[in-house]
């Protein structure tokens, strides 16, 4: 799975291109069980598409269907942050360790490391929810995002990475302090904000 992954991250694979499980076995030098259960872990992860029975490619998304995701993972990352408040729930370890990741990844520029740690600090919080469907659905769509963005990490400069991470780091602190409608006001405004940056995109 790393090399398929690594292939894409490295761009010898890239956005929108068709692959099979032949060919990879053949590049890699594997049986082709091994290139579907790889294929299965990195669709899972956002890199990998499957559009009917068997055709895969690498991750593309156009400006429509950014603009589609968004519209749902807006609305249920900020009913997750609602949710928590409701529950008054003040334990995500999960994402704090996350955000500590994203911190460190920051300041080594290391993209891949930070949008991993990045995915990581929200399935934190959706898990913390306790509510399984809201995870389901977000876990279906949102880990295409971070996936694309570690294909074409451009827009990612040092300082984009740090203002991130800070911003992540307030949510946490409004989380443990009670400040549960401030979190959610922050949560909205850095999903508008994910939403203008991820979506420098063709329109189809």
Not at 91 to 111: I, T
Not at 174 to 194: F, P, V
């Amino acid at each position: 799975m790393e090399q398929i992954r690594t292939a894409i991250t490295r761009g010898e694979l890239k956005a929108g291109q068709r692959v099979t499980e032949l060919s990879l076995a053949r590049r890699l030098g594997v049986g082709q069980a091994t290139i579907r259960e790889a294929l299965i872990d990195l669709e899972h992860q956002g890199f990998i598409q499957r559009r009917g029975l068997h055709k895969t490619f690498v991750t593309a998304l156009t400006r429509r269907d950014m603009d589609e995701i968004y519209l749902i993972r807006s609305r249920l990352e900020t009913l997750a942050v609602e949710l928590l408040g409701t529950a008054r729930v003040r334990e995500v370890e999960d994402s704090a360790r996350a955000c500590q990741r994203m911190v460190e990844a920051a300041k080594s520029g290391d993209v891949v490391g930070f949008c991993a740690a990045d995915l990581e600090f929200h399935r934190g919080l959706w898990r913390a929810t306790g509510n399984r469907v809201l995870v389901e659905i977000l876990e279906r769509v949102v880990p295409r995002i971070f996936a694309l963005d570690v294909i074409r990490p451009e827009g990612f400069t040092p300082e984009k990475l740090a203002d991130t991470a800070r911003s992540h780091i307030e949510l946490l602190r409004l989380l443990a302090t009670g400040e549960y409608d401030a979190a959610t006001a922050l949560m909205r405004d850095s999903m508008q904000q994910a939403w203008a940056d991820d979506s420098q995109l063709p329109k189809e």
